[in-house]
């Protein structure tokens, strides 16, 4: 069956997945995890500054009209704000609006705190990215991992160790209380042979940090990355304690169609972890790339790209950096994905950034087509049907795809597979067939 002619699906933030038509369904539909590269950007931006700000802000503002953006979205060119503005609300039920200082939950955008913190202890001698879990945390649960898995397969989400952190919310308020949930399973696959999303493995990583430095990963955060950096508004309030300038999060995910949005108290942890759930602000937001950028967080330890997301039911926030024309493009939204994406990639997307477009693996031979279409096989029309539902950002619609065209994953629920969609669509963005 195989055709020769291979095929890419992309997305905005970048990262690829190779495929050919004989093995699209079973790499996209079953793992939909496969390779991650960094495409160049175009360093010119194709409109000028004052149209990207106009045109940032009519978007901002027909979103929040539409119910489909509440936040903050802050545009910096050469690490200066020239572009800061608040829309919508940050609390409903007090009809209280949002604010520049106003924080918000940055979900998985955590993960960045705790790649600079990992950066820093291996600078300072004190962690070695190629050692395995065991050198520091000798009594981790699950002796495979504890031998096999090392700092840098946690970082790149090459460990295999997987499991929902989000299962019993109200119970976990420490980093620490994370690990029950998952160091006792099995690994998902040999540790650097595939790559998955894995909140898992950067509680993990969390943990570590604590370890080797000999204070909380709180406090550690705070001391070597928040107070580094000058970011005074961020930190790991508790959900059920939270300060009287932080956003309240609202989610219609897994709702019916039409339904009016709920608070997220029910489904978020009582407190984040080093896999995500800080509270932020824009302004701190770029505080931390303009020190990252500067060196002054430590060397890179893992992949940079030009659009990094968190999201979670209630919370949804996108940097895009180091865009063409220097400029850097942050929102924070306290609704569902993709409401940060819909202000950050489009805006990206403006300036020449080549996001969501694609993405060639190789020159084309002579006389190829550009862009080659999917097969009209029952192959070919399943993976079509896929894409389609990945791209709608709503879950109700990606579950009725597996429950009802996928082919049936003996490892994994209807519900795990929705819950990895939701991460990979808030923090990669849409899929794009490439040649």
Do not use: C
């Not at 020769?4 to 905005?12: A, Y």
């Not at 009016?260 to 509270?279: I, K, T, V």
């Not at 932020?280 to 505080?287: C, E, H, K, N, V």
């Not at 969501?356 to 029952?378: C, F, H, N, Q, Y």
Request: no cysteine; glycine share 8%.
């Amino acid at each position: 069956m195989n055709t020769g002619i291979p095929l890419t699906l992309t997305n905005r933030s970048n990262r690829f997945m190779p495929l050919s038509r004989a093995i699209a369904l079973s790499a996209v539909v079953l793992a939909g995890e496969r390779a991650i590269a960094q495409a160049p950007v175009a360093r010119e931006p194709l409109i000028s500054e004052m149209e990207l700000i106009a045109r940032v802000a009519a978007r901002a503002d027909s979103l929040t009209r539409d119910d489909s953006f509440a936040g903050t979205v802050l545009i910096a060119r050469g690490g200066k704000p020239i572009f800061e503005r608040a829309f919508g609300m940050a609390r409903r039920e007090q009809a209280l609006p949002a604010a520049l200082d106003t924080r918000m939950n940055i979900s998985s955008l955590g993960k960045l705190f705790t790649q600079a913190a990992v950066a820093q202890l291996v600078a300072a001698g004190k962690l070695d990215l190629s050692a395995p879990i065991g050198r520091y945390w000798p009594d981790y649960p699950n002796e495979e991992a504890r031998r096999l898995v090392t700092i840098q397969q946690l970082l790149d989400h090459r460990a295999g160790i997987g499991g929902d952190i989000f299962q019993r919310p109200t119970t976990l308020r420490k980093n620490s209380d994370y690990v029950p949930l998952f160091a006792t399973l099995p690994l998902e696959f040999p540790p650097g042979s595939a790559n998955r999303y894995s909140n898992a493995g950067y509680v993990v990583l969390g943990e570590i940090v604590a370890r080797v430095s000999g204070s909380s990963y709180y406090d550690f955060v705070k001391t070597h990355v928040f107070d580094v950096a000058g970011m005074t508004l961020t930190g790991f309030p508790a959900l059920d304690s939270l300060p009287a300038n932080a956003a309240y999060g609202y989610t219609r995910e897994d709702l019916p169609p039409g339904s009016p949005l709920e608070r997220n108290d029910p489904r978020q942890p009582r407190r984040g972890s080093s896999a995500g759930g800080s509270y932020s602000t824009a302004g701190d937001l770029l505080r931390f790339v303009t020190a990252r950028r500067a060196g002054k967080l430590g060397p890179n330890v893992t992949t940079q790209l030009a659009l990094v997301a968190g999201g979670s039911p209630g919370s949804n926030a996108m940097i895009g950096e180091n865009l063409p024309g220097g400029y850097d493009i942050i929102a924070l939204t306290n609704l569902d994905a993709p409401a940060a994406g819909l202000v950050v990639s489009t805006a990206s997307g403006w300036l020449g950034a080549n996001v969501a477009r694609r993405v060639p693996m190789a020159p084309l031979k002579p006389g190829a087509a550009a862009t080659p279409a999917i097969p009209e096989t029952p192959v070919g029309r399943t993976l079509q049907a896929y894409i389609a539902a990945f791209n709608t950002g709503d879950t109700s619609v990606v579950r009725k795809f597996f429950e009802s065209s996928a082919v049936p994953n003996p490892d994994r629920t209807v519900n795990q597979r929705v819950e990895f969609y939701r991460t990979m669509f808030a923090e990669r963005g849409e899929l794009r067939v490439a040649s």
